[in-house]
């Protein structure tokens, strides 16, 4: 059951997308489309789910779950990952290469390879954590480089 995504609880769980390149208007429609029709129906065990998304920056595409009442598990989050592999082979564009590093340089978003994060960061560089596991965590994703699971790559 899809709601407003500022109404649910911090403790919602998370799952962030990142788009290598800026998502354009067309794209981000398409996505909301998608994601809309998808967590209308999405259920874990013939119980609704309560969840949302938000689309960050023109770039993060990041779904909520209330998983509190009824969790989820096995196929209902296979069924979301099935989406997302959809809008990437549709839109032509890379959502879940986990190797890739969003930091902020210059006031821009620039996608890094973890191979070329060295040479394009150093340890205060800002980076956006998209490994953040529930909804409260949102205003601290953006963090050094040295306080995140990519510092090894310096």
């Not at 959809?86 to 590093?101: A, C, D, F, G, P």
């Not at 821009?108 to 340890?123: D, F, H, P, Q, R």
Request: aromatic share 12%.
């Amino acid at each position: 059951m899809l709601t407003n995504f500022n109404t649910l609880a911090g403790s919602s769980r998370l799952w962030i997308y990142g788009a290598e390149t800026a998502l354009t208007e067309k794209e981000q429609l398409c996505i909301s489309e998608r994601l809309t029709e998808f967590l209308e129906k999405w259920e874990y065990h013939q119980n609704k789910l309560l969840a949302s998304f938000h689309i960050f920056e023109n770039r993060f595409i990041v779904v909520a779950l209330d998983d509190s009442q009824y969790g989820v598990g096995g196929c209902s989050i296979d069924g979301l990952q099935k989406v997302i592999q959809e809008l990437e082979k549709e839109l032509s564009i890379s959502l879940l290469n986990r190797l890739n590093v969003f930091c902020k340089i210059d006031g821009y978003i620039e996608c890094i390879a973890t191979t070329n994060l060295s040479n394009k960061a150093n340890s205060t560089t800002l980076f956006y954590d998209l490994t953040i596991l529930k909804k409260s965590e949102i205003s601290n994703w953006l963090k050094p480089i040295s306080g995140g699971w990519c510092s090894s790559f310096l």
